[in-house]
């Protein structure tokens, strides 16, 4: 399947089910599926540009923070949101995880 095929698939299947999160989507049908592999080259390389700034703390460019071009700072808002948009799905998909499971086996119940 091409990706855009599969992101066709994802938009026709959210249009029935939009109260659910694209991300949930995403890896409830397709399970570890790694949210990058789906990105263009130039995506991928942001969010690896994004990825190496915040790891080592050094600015691609000279100068501080504000002196960064403006479409950079903001392509890296939007890669920030999504990862913590995505991490926050997978920890909410844990805790639900747990939550079933302590009330299939009884524990965690308040007396």
């Given at each position: 399947m091409t990706k855009e095929k599969f992101f066709e698939e994802i938009a026709r299947v959210h249009s029935f089910i939009s109260d659910i999160p694209l991300v949930s989507?995403?890896?409830g049908f397709y399970g570890n599926l790694c949210p990058q592999s789906l990105l263009s080259m130039e995506c991928a390389d942001l969010v690896s540009l994004e990825n190496a700034v915040s790891r080592y703390h050094q600015l691609p460019f000279p100068g501080s923070y504000?002196?960064?071009?403006?479409?950079?700072?903001?392509?890296?808002?939007?890669?920030r949101g999504a990862i913590i948009g995505?991490?926050?799905e997978k920890i909410k998909s844990v805790t639900n995880k747990d939550n079933q499971s302590s009330a299939k086996t009884g524990l965690g119940k308040k007396k």
């Open positions: 989507l995403v890896t504000l002196e960064q071009p403006l479409a950079l700072i903001e392509a890296f808002e939007v890669v995505f991490e926050n």
